[in-house]
């Protein structure tokens, strides 16, 4: 019930497509969804957040969709980069638990220039 | 402004041995957060501070993991004695308050420690 669901595991791009990232969530308490970039050797950054009040959020390049009633969420990477090259992690926080978030597994991107 | 300032960064121990790993949030965070990222995995959160008092350790294992935060400031996370499944690389995180509504963690690069 804790858990967040994410995939693929690891994802090629070629330069300009777009890349998708999926998580699924079973806790319906969850009410705060963020997405954290991860470079190889340093620690976790946010990236773009949404609530589940909103279906969507767009910031620049990037977008979250959010699908309460399947409890899914996405991420969308348009036009993607080589800098876009990292490991993204989707995440869910419990509202009654001071904003614990607990992440998914992660998703390896590869950008090919 | 600087950010979570975390040391050393790479450690390397025998099993049973015992390690200590360092933290210093970004100032004036009240909250700051311990994870531990096994390869391949996302973090998992090891113990949560809200100044200097716990306010969730229900995934640290106890026998054998130990952490503090005096004076609300910094916080040492400690693993005595050590096993080989402890390798990874150990986050520390601080927020300005808890994350209830959403927010941003901060997270430093990590303290990634090998147990042979």
């Known amino acids: 019930q804790q858990q967040v669901k994410q995939s693929p595991q690891s994802l090629i791009v070629q330069k300009g497509g777009i890349s998708i990232i999926n998580c699924a969530y079973e806790?319906?308490?969850?009410?705060?969804f963020p997405w954290y970039q991860q470079f190889p050797g340093k620690g976790p950054a946010l990236l773009i957040a949404?609530?589940?009040?909103?279906s969507e959020k767009k910031e620049g390049r990037f977008t979250i969709s959010f699908n309460k009633s399947a409890k899914q969420f996405s991420l969308h990477i348009m036009d993607s980069q080589p800098g876009d090259s990292a490991t993204y992690f989707c995440?869910?926080?419990?509202?009654?638990?001071?904003?614990?978030?607990?992440f998914g597994q992660g998703t390896e991107l590869s950008v090919k220039p | 402004e600087a950010g979570v300032a975390q040391s050393p960064r790479y450690k390397i121990i025998e099993k049973r041995q015992s390690v200590a790993f360092w933290c210093n949030p970004i100032?004036?965070?009240?909250?700051l957060y311990w994870y531990q990222q096994i390869l391949g995995q996302g973090p998992k959160l090891l113990i949560q501070?809200?100044?200097?008092?716990?306010?969730?350790d229900s995934q640290l294992p106890k026998d054998r993991f130990s952490a503090e935060r005096l004076k609300g400031v910094d916080s040492t996370l400690k693993i005595q004695p050590a096993k080989l499944e402890d390798s990874a690389v150990y986050l520390c995180?601080?927020?300005?308050?808890?994350?209830?509504?959403?927010?941003?963690?901060?997270f430093g690069e990590g303290s990634r420690l090998t147990v042979l």
């Open positions: 995180a601080s927020s300005a308050g808890p994350l209830i509504r959403g927010g941003e963690l901060f």
């Open positions: 806790n319906t308490a969850f009410d705060y």
């Open positions: 949404i609530r589940p009040d909103v």
């Open positions: 995440a869910a926080s419990i509202r009654n638990q001071g904003g614990k978030l607990i």
């Open positions: 100032s004036g965070h009240a909250t």
């Open positions: 501070f809200q100044n200097n008092g716990v306010v969730d």
